[in-house]
């Protein structure tokens, strides 16, 4: 027995002297403090789970930096069957009454089955910081299923999203801009010569380049002249040109003249520094801080622009700025409901979660996943996101998955988290790594007369709702 336990306390003093040497040198620069390894983590990779603040601490902040933005997924999750294998579909006006309302339930399911598999996704990635940026663009340029009921439409979008999540903005746009889900989401379809339709034109000057006040009324009105003929074919799930509903005639946009269509409009768009300035603003604030440097944004957003809008070199530099690491700014920004549930379940290593209980409770909570509230998103790290009402249920949905298997067979799936969180909180790197958890000091008391209580008080204490 006493063998036993000099074996713990050399492998416990071996653990403290890894942590400890790993937050001065490294063979390029200084390493990472716990406190700057967890930083990194939570804001970029929804968690800091110990494999990840093991593989951050040897390494310097340009290391660290690079290292959760190259990190692949070499097996994603297989989407759902309906995606892999798409239904033929058939005009929704040859359809029986019966069949509208069989297909009416189909897609709902297959929309709940779309968002389960994201969530998968989501938990089990090997390279969170791409699923963080798929949340973050899917804000940007929103599109909600209570409009858009095709979930192999909505499931198209997605994956144009993800694959230029960390590519380049202009390209991104672009392609939104034919995307048959946005073009049927602000009825672009309904857009014709001579009955312009102005939805997609001011959410396109509005929300996804200048920004507000960066146009007049006249702008849209002439912006949604150019877009005109740009619709879907549904059949096909598929853009489609109607070049005979298309308003070829003089437009002045943004004090030039022409006979603009999309392209040349994005041209014009992309032209503007409030474009570049616009992104660098959210993403600021979504990885920063709620107030950005506007003078810094300012110096960012032209460098974001005379380089070709590409994201990742933004982002790099975002990553890197003195305020990105500052004390003034950790713990500053709130979890979403998705961040929050997400970063639970692969703090803990879940490997096979209730995925749709985890879309239901994020819908509880306020985030529904390809649905958000209207086409400005949902709110950006904000503490919008937090009053008495909606903390109280982010703990009830903690303390639900919380709950141990034996309360009823329903239950057994949520019973795998307390397997886990019990597991975890009895081993012996606990002591140490349970400081990984919240982004700062505890508000309440967190110690519990058995470690799973501990760890049950600190998933409870506000500070775990920031990042």
Same mark, same amino acid.
């Given at each position: @027995?006493?063998?036993?336990?000099?074996?713990?306390?050399?492998?416990?003093?071996? /653990?403290?002297?890894?942590?400890?040497?790993?937050?001065?040198?490294?063979?390029?620069?200084?390493?990472?403090?716990?406190?700057?390894?967890?930083?990194?983590? $939570?804001? !970029?990779?929804?968690?800091?789970?110990?494999?990840?603040?093991?593989? +951050?601490?040897?390494?310097?902040?340009?290391? *660290?930096?690079?290292?959760? @933005?190259?990190?692949?997924?070499? %097996?994603?999750?297989?989407?759902?069957?309906?995606?892999?294998?798409?239904?033929?579909?058939?005009?929704?006006?040859?359809?029986?009454?019966?069949?509208?309302?069989?297909?009416?339930?189909?897609?709902?399911?297959?929309?709940?089955?779309?968002?389960? #598999?994201?969530?998968?996704?989501?938990?089990?990635?090997?390279?969170?910081?791409?699923?963080?940026?798929? +949340?973050?663009?899917? %804000?940007?340029?929103?599109? /909600?299923?209570?409009?858009?009921?095709?979930?192999?439409?909505?499931?198209?979008?997605?994956? +144009?999203?993800?694959?230029?999540? $960390?590519?380049?903005?202009?390209?991104?746009?672009?392609? &939104?801009?034919?995307?048959?889900?946005?073009?049927?989401? $602000?009825?672009?379809?309904? %857009?014709?010569?001579?009955?312009?339709?102005? %939805? =997609?034109?001011?959410?396109?000057?509005?929300?996804? !380049?200048?920004?507000?006040?960066?146009?007049?009324?006249?702008?849209?009105?002439?912006?949604?002249? *150019?877009?005109?003929?740009?619709? !879907?074919?549904?059949?096909?799930?598929?853009?489609?040109?109607?070049?005979?509903?298309?308003?070829?005639?003089?437009?002045?946009?943004?004090?030039?003249?022409?006979?603009?269509?999309?392209?040349?409009?994005?041209?014009?768009?992309?032209?503007?520094?409030?474009?570049?300035?616009?992104?660098?603003?959210? =993403? #600021?604030?979504?990885?920063?801080?709620?107030?950005?440097?506007?003078?810094?944004?300012?110096?960012?957003?032209?460098?974001?622009?005379?380089?070709?809008?590409?994201?990742?070199?933004?982002?790099?530099?975002?990553? @890197?700025?003195?305020?990105?690491?500052?004390?003034?700014?950790? *713990?500053?920004?709130?979890?979403?409901?998705?961040?929050?549930?997400?970063?639970?379940?692969?703090?803990?290593?879940?490997?096979?979660?209730?995925?749709?209980?985890?879309?239901?409770?994020?819908?509880?909570?306020?985030?529904?996943?390809?649905?958000?509230?209207? &086409?400005?998103?949902?709110?950006?790290?904000?503490?919008? #996101?937090?009053?008495?009402?909606?903390?109280?249920?982010?703990?009830?949905?903690?303390?639900?998955?919380?709950? *141990?298997?034996? @309360?009823?067979?329903?239950?057994?799936?949520?019973?795998? $988290?307390?397997?886990?969180?019990?597991?975890?909180?009895?081993?012996?790197?606990?002591?140490?790594?349970?400081?990984?958890?919240?982004?700062?000091?505890?508000? !309440?008391?967190?110690?519990?007369?058995?470690?799973?209580?501990? =760890?049950?008080?600190?998933?409870?204490?506000?500070?775990?709702?920031?990042?």
């Amino acid at each position: @027995m006493l063998a036993l336990m000099q074996n713990q306390s050399v492998s416990r003093l071996l /653990s403290t002297l890894v942590l400890s040497v790993c937050t001065f040198f490294t063979p390029v620069g200084w390493a990472l403090s716990v406190d700057d390894a967890k930083h990194l983590a $939570l804001r !970029t990779s929804f968690a800091a789970t110990p494999d990840l603040m093991h593989a +951050l601490l040897p390494l310097s902040r340009e290391e *660290a930096v690079d290292y959760v @933005m190259t990190r692949v997924e070499p %097996n994603p999750v297989e989407p759902p069957e309906f995606v892999v294998n798409p239904p033929i579909k058939k005009k929704y006006n040859e359809l029986t009454s019966k069949k509208r309302d069989e297909l009416r339930k189909l897609d709902i399911n297959r929309r709940g089955s779309l968002k389960a #598999w994201w969530f998968e996704r989501m938990t089990t990635t090997r390279a969170p910081l791409q699923e963080q940026l798929l +949340l973050f663009w899917h %804000n940007h340029f929103t599109t /909600s299923s209570q409009k858009v009921k095709d979930p192999i439409m909505l499931y198209q979008q997605h994956e +144009l999203l993800r694959n230029q999540a $960390l590519g380049r903005f202009d390209l991104m746009l672009r392609l &939104v801009m034919q995307d048959p889900a946005m073009l049927n989401y $602000l009825d672009n379809s309904q %857009n014709e010569k001579g009955k312009p339709n102005e %939805n =997609l034109a001011r959410e396109l000057l509005e929300l996804y !380049t200048l920004g507000e006040g960066n146009y007049t009324e006249k702008d849209i009105k002439e912006t949604a002249r *150019a877009l005109t003929g740009w619709s !879907t074919d549904n059949a096909s799930r598929s853009f489609r040109l109607k070049a005979k509903q298309h308003d070829n005639g003089r437009k002045t946009i943004l004090g030039e003249s022409g006979g603009f269509t999309m392209p040349q409009v994005l041209d014009l768009l992309l032209k503007r520094p409030e474009t570049a300035e616009l992104i660098t603003t959210k =993403l #600021w604030q979504q990885f920063i801080s709620p107030t950005p440097n506007q003078d810094r944004v300012a110096e960012l957003a032209t460098a974001f622009k005379n380089h070709q809008y590409d994201i990742r070199r933004l982002l790099k530099q975002l990553l @890197m700025e003195d305020a990105f690491w500052a004390k003034e700014n950790r *713990a500053n920004l709130v979890k979403s409901p998705v961040e929050l549930l997400v970063g639970l379940f692969r703090q803990l290593n879940i490997q096979f979660a209730p995925y749709h209980g985890l879309a239901v409770q994020s819908k509880l909570m306020g985030q529904d996943l390809f649905t958000p509230p209207n &086409v400005k998103g949902w709110p950006v790290a904000s503490t919008e #996101w937090i009053n008495t009402a909606s903390l109280l249920k982010r703990q009830n949905a903690i303390n639900r998955f919380m709950r *141990a298997k034996e @309360m009823n067979n329903k239950q057994q799936d949520e019973g795998m $988290l307390y397997e886990a969180a019990n597991t975890w909180a009895q081993s012996e790197q606990f002591n140490y790594q349970k400081d990984w958890l919240l982004a700062m000091e505890p508000v !309440t008391d967190i110690e519990g007369n058995r470690p799973i209580l501990t =760890l049950r008080n600190l998933l409870n204490d506000p500070v775990y709702q920031l990042k």
